[in-house]
């Protein structure tokens, strides 16, 4: 199984930005599904969830202006970031508890795609 992150970019504050991740291989169904963040020098976070019935669940940092969304028939998950910050900067992975054709359960985790939001 292999998750492929996208959309990640330099933007300026308060621009918007959507990153993608599209998991693949020997998939039989997918669960939650979310993206995290690691800035430097701090711990990797959650940002965003998802489960496979669309409930959504965000960090209070970006209630309000970030979208979590996902396509269950692509295996894709989608986060549709708004009115970004500096403090945004961040390498964002996305995460997805997969259960595999073997029905085995576990969670894959993206190579990770670089946000860098400019003052």
């Known amino acids: 199984v292999q998750l492929q992150a996208s959309g990640g970019g330099l933007v300026q504050a308060g621009g918007s930005l959507t990153l993608s991740c599209a998991a693949s291989?020997?998939?039989?169904?997918?669960?939650?599904m979310g993206w995290y963040r690691q800035a430097p020098g701090k711990q990797r976070e959650l940002v965003a969830g998802?489960?496979?019935?669309?409930?959504?669940n965000y960090a209070d940092s970006v209630k309000g202006r970030f979208t979590i969304s996902r396509d269950n028939a692509k295996n894709t998950v989608y986060l549709q970031m708004n009115s970004l910050k500096p403090e945004d900067t961040a390498v964002y992975y996305c995460?997805?508890?997969?259960?595999?054709?073997?029905?085995?359960?576990?969670?894959?985790w993206g190579q990770g795609t670089l946000v860098t939001v400019s003052s």
């Open positions: 995460n997805a508890q997969v259960v595999t054709l073997r029905m085995y359960r576990a969670h894959y």
């Open positions: 291989g020997s998939i039989f169904s997918i669960n939650d």
């Open positions: 998802i489960t496979r019935g669309g409930i959504t």
